[in-house]
């Protein structure tokens, strides 16, 4: 915070990207209340994800965690914009794009992924930032064309590695827009048999819905 207040001394605007672990999600009157009482207009919030062997800990977020923490996230976000005071939460913005038919601005959101190309300061390009791992390595920025790579088997076999399984897509409403989302991410979104970010869609799109018709027709 201290470096905040530097940068917004020296007139700098100031985004917070921000981990959204265990137990912060229960506690999102709290992260709201701070959001407020410290003037940040922009959030985007990370999900706290268990390692590449799915083991939770206990400080990875759960699907119902998620699906709590945005819910009644919502309700506070609507109530201040009733207000006056517009929030910009990232995942709201970007399931607003999607209500308005314009692609997310998160990669990954539309469950399908693109080559991100991740350079590691060895020079190795990988296709995302979360598999810079050495079975998904595209070539090195030395030597090896952004074409090349981005049309390599390594780059073709990531584009087509599946998503998880979750019995709630069959009859999902968002199914369409949601496609199981990010391949890595929708470890914090759902599990076989519950979605949270179907329950939260569920709850909230009609709202955000309705705010991103308000802004497109300003």
């Not at 913005?93 to 601005?105: C, D």
Request: charged content about 20%.
């Amino acid at each position: 915070m201290g470096g905040v207040r530097l940068l917004r001394e020296t007139g700098v605007d100031v985004n917070v990207l921000s981990v959204l672990t265990s137990q912060m999600a229960a506690h999102p009157q709290r992260v709201f209340s701070f959001i407020k009482r410290e003037g940040i207009t922009h959030i985007q919030f990370i999900p706290c994800l268990p390692g590449l062997d799915d083991e939770h800990d206990a400080f990875s977020l759960a699907p119902r965690e998620f699906s709590s923490f945005y819910c009644r996230l919502f309700d506070l976000w609507w109530r201040e914009l009733g207000a006056g005071n517009y929030v910009s939460i990232w995942l709201f913005e970007n399931i607003m794009q999607m209500a308005l038919g314009q692609f997310p601005s998160q990669c990954g959101m539309l469950g399908r992924c693109a080559p991100q190309f991740v350079v590691e300061s060895d020079g190795s390009v990988y296709p995302c930032d979360f598999y810079a791992l050495d079975e998904h390595r595209v070539g090195d920025i030395r030597n090896d064309g952004l074409e090349a790579m981005a049309t390599c088997e390594a780059m073709h076999a990531f584009l087509r590695e599946p998503r998880r399984a979750c019995s709630q897509c069959a009859d999902c409403p968002f199914e369409g827009m949601c496609h199981r989302n990010c391949k890595r991410l929708n470890i914090a979104y759902y599990d076989e048999g519950y979605c949270g970010l179907r329950e939260f869609l569920e709850y909230a799109y009609p709202g955000l819905q309705r705010v991103a018709r308000m802004f497109a027709r300003r």
